[in-house]
T-cell receptor
Framework: SQQGEEDPQALSIQEGENATMNCSYKTSINNLQWYRQNSGRGLVHLILIRSNEREKHSGRLRVTLDTSKKSSSLLITASRAADTASYFCATDANTGGFKTIFGAGTRLFVKA | GAGVSQSPRYKVAKRGQDVALRCDPISGHVSLFWYQQALGQGPEFLTYFQNEAQLDKSGLPSDRFFAERPEGSVSTLKIQRTQQEDSAVYLC??????????????FGPGTRLTVT
């Protein structure tokens, strides 16, 4: 019943390469967030983009949002082995409730 | 200054037993969320508290699931008569306030529940 869908489901790249993950959602949103989850640090917030923003940067992260297509992308530049993790997008349902909806995630493996 | 803590970290229950999972949010955080995460999936929303008020319980899968936050701080998720399908990691998250999802959530390490 999750509304977010990430693709690809899994991604394997060499250290130093860029990684791009995509997220699609179904209903209108106020905000979209990206989280990272690995066994060492649990689920950690990376970046938030509001519905009236189109692009946002944070360090090696670049997020874009296209509300007309109901999609977002997360780009990690110059990847490192430490970036190996699962990445999830999360949206508020914008239905007046308080639910945060996560996608199924993209599993990124960065080879040293 | 500590983060969100959860206990126990691991719980094994026999089918039919009741379990109680505890969450200590970051001090001063108004909002508290519970999620259920199955293996290989993203977290699924269970319920939301603003201080002691449970404002959204639309994600609770059945009436066997019950959550409380009586003093607006520590929260407990209780599962009665556990079933095998309840096996999952239960995550707790807190944030400063809810404003249409505009504040990041800080997650605890989770409780891994295994029902045998």
């Amino acid at each position: 019943s999750q509304q977010g869908e990430e693709d690809p489901q899994a991604l394997s790249i060499q250290e130093g390469e860029n990684a791009t993950m995509n997220c699609s959602y179904k209903t209108s949103i106020n905000n979209l967030q990206w989280y990272r989850q690995n066994s060492g640090r649990g689920l950690v917030h990376l970046i938030l983009i509001r519905s009236n923003e189109r692009e946002k940067h944070s360090g090696r992260l670049r997020v874009t949002l296209d509300t007309s297509k109901k999609s977002s992308s997360l780009l990690i530049t110059a990847s490192r082995a430490a970036d190996t993790a699962s990445y999830f997008c999360a949206t508020d349902a914008n239905t007046g409730g308080f639910k945060t909806i996560f996608g199924a995630g993209t599993r990124l493996f960065v080879k040293a | 200054g500590a983060g969100v803590s959860q206990s126990p970290r691991y719980k094994v229950a026999k089918r039919g037993q009741d379990v109680a999972l505890r969450c200590d949010p970051i001090s001063g955080h108004v909002s508290l969320f519970w999620y259920q995460q199955a293996l290989g999936q993203g977290p699924e929303f269970l319920t939301y508290f603003q201080n002691e008020a449970q404002l959204d319980k639309s994600g609770l899968p059945s009436d066997r699931f019950f959550a409380e936050r009586p003093e607006g701080s520590v929260s407990t998720l209780k599962i009665q008569r556990t079933q095998q399908e309840d096996s999952a990691v239960y995550l707790c998250a807190s944030s400063r306030i809810w404003d249409r999802g505009s504040y990041e959530q800080y997650f605890g390490p989770g409780t891994r529940l295994t029902v045998t």
